[in-house]
């Protein structure tokens, strides 16, 4: 039984033909472009450092990962990042969304717990056990929690696509960036994000529910009302 041959897709051999080769690439590497553009744009006085954000009620704190049960390295530096914020008086409560999707993985209470141990009053940590992706949180935070106005935390490489989308969603935004060292996790994190970035021009286009939605917490109302 002879071997099967496998065409390999040749190359334009004419100069017209490469010629429309590589126009059609440079068309396609712009097309992907595109929505990183976008967020680039959109978001470009609305980034802050901890030193200057504006006043706001809440920070809403991303989830990140967690190692073992504890804060990633990098959702920790996130939660010093809003903790900081609350220590400076410009926010005053903690909105920390993440995943809780089965039992042996609970991101936001193990944020709350970093936190409390760094000197945030447990009472000023609210949680949102459904932040599935950063559409979900922007929207949750929004229609569960009525937060309308925010100081959004996470990577450099994160922020710019969180304050679009929480814009979108109906939440007046500025984010803070937390530096990070340029390694493997930062890179990956940053090539994600051109990938991430169609994602967010298709959710603020249509607007889709959030993976779980349920009905409103007053946990953000009553933990601005404590004295």
């Known amino acids: 039984m002879g071997r099967m041959k496998i065409r390999r897709p040749r190359l334009p051999r004419t100069r017209t033909g490469q010629r429309r080769l590589v126009q059609a690439v440079m068309a396609g590497c712009v097309l992907a472009l595109l929505p990183v553009t976008w967020l680039y744009v959109s978001t470009a006085d609305r980034l802050r450092?901890?030193?200057?954000?504006?006043?706001?009620?809440?920070?809403?704190?991303?989830?990140?990962?967690?190692?073992?049960?504890?804060?990633?390295?990098?959702?920790?530096?996130?939660?010093?990042?809003?903790?900081?914020?609350?220590?400076?008086?410009?926010?005053?409560?903690?909105?920390?969304?993440?995943?809780?999707?089965?039992?042996?993985?609970?991101?936001?209470?193990?944020?709350?717990?970093?936190?409390?141990?760094?000197?945030?009053?447990?009472?000023?940590?609210?949680?949102?056990?459904?932040?599935?992706?950063?559409?979900?949180?922007?929207?949750?935070?929004r229609k569960i929690f009525g937060v309308d106005r925010a100081v959004l935390v996470s990577q450099g490489f994160h922020i710019r696509r969180a304050v679009a989308l929480c814009e979108a969603a109906g939440i007046d935004a500025y984010g803070v960036g937390v530096d990070e060292k340029h390694d493997v996790t930062w890179f990956y994190g940053g090539t994600r994000e051109v990938f991430a970035a169609g994602k967010a021009v298709l959710d603020t286009v249509f607007h889709p529910d959030p993976e779980f939605l349920g009905p409103k917490e007053t946990g953000v109302t009553r933990a601005l009302a404590a004295r």
Do not use: I
């Open 49 to 141: 450092t901890t030193a200057d954000a504006p006043a706001a009620p809440v920070a809403v704190v991303f989830g990140a990962g967690l190692w073992n049960g504890q804060p990633s390295p990098y959702l920790a530096n996130r939660l010093d990042a809003a903790a900081t914020l609350y220590r400076e008086g410009r926010v005053k409560v903690l909105l920390v969304t993440g995943d809780n999707s089965r039992k042996d993985y609970d991101e936001p209470d193990a944020m709350r717990a970093y936190l409390t141990r760094h000197g945030v009053p447990g009472e000023r940590v609210v949680r949102d056990y459904a932040g599935f992706d950063t559409w979900d949180s922007c929207v949750r935070a």
